[in-house]
């Protein structure tokens, strides 16, 4: 979910750059490092950012200065660790900002927090705490829940601009509108994670061997 330009008041605007701005550093040195001890990294580091930027340009109308969408930040997380998407994100909506006038520079933090940091740590959490489910299964949740996340929070923080009637009852207003669009969306995306993952797996095994994405326990690897 991108938030317009503009749409936010200043101070709103200001304290989720200032949230943000952390988790970008930090995502620019992870990925920095991740290319100087994995040079061949670099391909599937630029189809990550391309699957985001792609994913994520697909807008759909919904609540007045925001808009729905896959996020593409789920795939990235689970292959190069939810900070590097920090840093991907981030570039992924500047582009989108200045050439599809999609989210805006404004609310760039605010828009970075949603669905380049909380999405990705969700996304990441949830397929780690499934270990023993099978590896598609998890990839299928996270890349699900990422998308999901980043949905509450956009929810979140329109709720708090926008309290009309309370923050418990705007928040609700706002999350049962993004949910009809939403909601299906983050289990398309699910399912095109899994197709991508696998089509990874068979193009890059090395590189994702490498950075210790696949199960190392046989049996897993097997049910993968």
Do not use: C
């Amino acid at each position: 979910m991108h938030i317009a330009e503009g749409f936010l008041p200043p101070a709103h605007a200001v304290a989720w750059t200032a949230v943000a701005a952390p988790f970008v550093i930090h995502g620019t040195r992870s990925a920095t490092r991740i290319v100087r001890e994995n040079p061949s990294a670099r391909l599937l580091l630029g189809a990550a950012g391309a699957f985001t930027f792609v994913m994520s340009a697909i807008k759909l109308p919904s609540v007045t200065g925001s808009s729905s969408h896959p996020t593409g930040t789920g795939v990235g997380a689970i292959i190069f660790r939810p900070p590097v998407m920090a840093l991907l994100g981030t570039i992924v909506l500047i582009f989108q900002a200045l050439l599809l006038a999609h989210g805006g520079l404004t609310t760039l933090g605010a828009n970075v927090f949603s669905m380049a940091v909380v999405g990705p740590w969700v996304g990441y959490g949830l397929f780690r705490l499934l270990a023993a489910a099978p590896f598609m299964v998890r990839v299928f949740v996270g890349v699900a829940m990422a998308n999901l996340a980043t949905y509450v929070t956009t929810a979140t923080q329109l709720a708090l601009a926008y309290p009309e009637g309370g923050f418990v009852e705007a928040w609700g207003r706002f999350l049962g509108i993004f949910a009809v669009t939403q909601i299906p969306l983050a289990i398309v995306e699910g399912l095109v994670g899994v197709l991508l993952l696998n089509a990874l797996i068979s193009w890059a095994r090395p590189e994702m061997d490498e950075l210790a994405v696949l199960p190392t326990d046989a049996k897993e690897a097997a049910r993968a």
